[in-house]
Nanobody, 123 residues
């Protein structure tokens, strides 16, 4: 199917910045949208930001004005620039992508997740 590989997580002080990257690979026909979700300990996974192939974006209210999602369609890659980080942003961040992939002689839908990358913001 389609594999997603994330990078860019780490430890940062409050007010700092991090940039996450996620590259999709495989027999990709097209990607409709890519995005980022996060899951903090004891909490459910939640949407952070998404971007469509046409460039439309969607953000969780708590990150608006601080985080920016962008994509490179030619490289099947999505980025998340995170500024003014807060301790409550601490979580495992997961990349997600939806689209079509080649399966034999036909195209099938995929909905893939990355392995997750830890983001820790210290106060």
């Amino acid at each position: 199917q389609v594999q997603l590989v994330e990078s860019g997580g780490g430890l940062v002080q409050a007010g700092g910045s991090l940039r996450l990257s996620c590259a999709a690979s495989g027999r990709i026909v097209s990607i409709n949208d890519m995005g980022w979700y996060r899951q903090a300990p004891g909490k459910q996974r939640e949407l952070v930001a998404t971007i469509t192939s046409g460039g439309s974006t969607n953000y969780q209210d708590s990150v608006k004005g601080r985080f920016t999602v962008s994509g490179d369609n030619a490289r099947n890659t999505v980025y998340l620039q995170m500024n003014s980080l807060k301790p409550e942003d601490t979580a495992v961040y997961y990349c997600n992508a939806e689209g079509l992939y080649y399966s034999g002689s036909s195209a099938r839908n995929f909905d893939s997740w990355g392995q997750g990358t830890q983001v820790t913001v210290s106060s």
